[in-house]
């Protein structure tokens, strides 16, 4: 136990490594932080309800295989005995110190949090006096003392700030650079009581650039969905101004350079907004605040225009276009993370449209989806009227248009991501539309 120390103590028991971490939650986001704290030298034993998962990393091997580093970095700390996985939590009873990282997702615009409540009543089963028990995992704010606390407090009657430390401390990476960020962006930190926020500080303090200690759990919370938040928000300014330059007949891209050749404006790219983060974390603060009398209009402004671009691009393919390719299948270039995907909900539209749909993803292996795959690019365009890029997969910049031409009924290819040369697209006898282009 080590919540129970004194802080000459807590410093002494992490210095030297003597602090055991039960890490509940393995995936994209929650391995990299296990496996780098182990790499540090803390005894680490990763809880996961995936069979799969727990045995692959006992093997020594990652089961998410597109992550900078990662594969390396378990190999080296599963053979030197710091890294464990497990399908229970019970076994995980004696660790000091639990970081959950399991995920929440959006019901319709409501937040799911539900794999956090299911957490909490499983710790309240193994607490015991002098633990520290720390949140990742995005939440509505409040979420860690208010329901994470409170379930371990009222079914193990172990109060927080008084028997067991409580702390939370949000996610700030992006694949396939997880690693790379984790060791370069500060690691934030909020927490019940000055000791909890010490605990955790100097846990993180051992691989991260610097902490950033915030003034309550609160706070902390509301930064990981603000981060997002903001991006989301910009993302949705760029997305109207794509539509606006589209009417004056200009092209975004070159706008956009353009304005963000000074350092006040910081303008991103135009595009489908999907992926584990950005399309949800508003909706955490939404639904929130909502119920708290507040509407906040920019915000949701912000989040159903960039849920209309959807809409847009399927308009874009007009009424005669019967068959569709559409390229790339991840939420984000050159990796491989299929769930959550802006891709999914577009090919939904489409075939709600009538559109006949056939996807390629060069990560795709045996998956199953309900619409037609394909690993082969100018396989999945045979017969096309149309082709919509819709994930910056590196492979897509060197499309062959003359190729592509011979094998497709018809010459409409929708840029959503902007990649491709218009003017050599036109010239190879394609009608272009990018978004803004």
Known sequence: MVYNL???????????????????????????????????????????????????????????????????????????????????????????????????????????????????????KIMTPGKLVVLQSTVPPGTTQNTLGSIIQQESGLIPGTDFGLAYSPERTQAPQVLRDLRTYPKIVGAI?????????????????????????????????????????????????????????????????????????????????GGHCIPMDPYYIISDLTRRNYAPRLIKTARDLNNSVFQYVVDMLGETVKRVTVLGLSFKKDIKSFETSHTLKLVELLERNNKEVVVHDPYLTDEVFPFEVDTDIYKSCREADAVIISTAHSVYNSLDFNKLGSIMNGRVIIDVRNILDPAEARRCGFEYHGLGR
């Open 193 to 273: 009581d000055s000791k909890s926020r010490m605990i955790l500080s100097l846990i993180y303090a051992t691989f991260a650039p610097g902490i950033m200690s915030m003034s309550n759990l609160v706070t902390a919370e509301l930064d990981k969905v603000v981060e997002n938040t903001y991006r989301d928000v910009n993302i949705a300014f760029a997305n109207e101004l794509a539509q606006i330059c589209s009417i004056y007949g200009v092209d975004v891209q070159e706008l956009i350079d353009t304005a963000n050749s000074q350092p006040y404006c910081h303008i991103l790219q135009p595009g489908l907004v």
């Open 6 to 124: 004194s802080g000459t103590d807590i410093e002494a028991r992490i210095s030297r490594r003597d602090v055991s971490i039960g890490f509940i939650g393995l995936g994209r986001v929650g391995l990299p932080l296990a496996a780098t704290l182990a790499g540090e030298g803390f005894q680490v034993l990763g809880v996961d309800i995936n069979e799969n998962t727990v045995s692959i990393i006992n093997s020594g091997s990652s089961p998410v295989t597109d992550e900078n580093g990662l594969s390396e970095l378990i190999h080296r700390v599963v053979s030197q005995g710091t890294l464990k996985a497990t399908l229970t939590l019970q076994d995980a009873a004696q660790c000091d110190v639990y970081i959950i990282a399991v995920p929440t997702l959006i019901t319709g615009e409501e937040p799911d949090i539900g794999p956090v409540i299911g957490v909490s009543h499983q710790l309240a």
